[in-house]
């Protein structure tokens, strides 16, 4: 019953926590769409003034030109950026992660409450936290992104107790 308990209170800890990750990273994608739209309507209203300005002014023209440039460059970027990474997606990750563990949180009060656990339910709670933990990886960048990575090592969670 104890590590039951202990496997339920990590398993709480970890639904706090993936959702304030995932409200996090929702406001990223926020404010990475909102600067890269702001960064996009600057850059036109940069190019829309100096494609209608008069033939005489060719240094600010040019000048304006090269501005929008670079800062289409830099939206390009920004975009290039956000692909690879896609905040939308991470958030939403967040969101089912957030949504499995409150329902195996769910699972282990309703063990807990039917009373006498076995060891095999405690095993398979174990199980399902570290399925969900290694489905749904927490680093941004790192070990989310490495599809293969060099060494494969299985996750210990819940260390072995030797018999004295």
Do not use: C
Not at 13 to 25: A, H, S, T
Not at 46 to 69: E, R
Request: net charge neutral.
């Amino acid at each position: 019953m104890a590590k039951l308990y202990a496997i339920l209170e990590a398993v709480a800890d970890r639904v706090e926590m993936y959702k304030n990750i995932g409200e996090q990273r929702n406001n990223w994608n926020s404010l990475l769409l909102t600067s890269i739209n702001a960064l996009t309507l600057l850059t036109a209203a940069m190019a829309g003034i100096a494609a209608t300005s008069v033939i005489g002014a060719a240094a600010p023209v040019a000048v304006l030109k090269l501005s929008s440039t670079i800062m289409y460059l830099s939206a390009i970027g920004m975009l290039s950026i956000m692909n690879k990474i896609q905040p939308s997606q991470l958030a939403e990750e967040q969101r089912n992660a957030t949504k499995l563990l409150k329902q195996l949180h769910n699972q282990i009060q309703t063990i807990i409450a039917m009373g006498n656990p076995t060891t095999s339910d405690v095993k398979e709670m174990m199980e399902k936290v570290l399925a969900l933990d290694k489905a749904y990886p927490l680093p941004l960048l790192g070990a989310m992104l490495e599809k293969f990575p060099e060494n494969v090592e299985p996750a210990v969670w819940w260390p072995e107790q030797r018999p004295r």
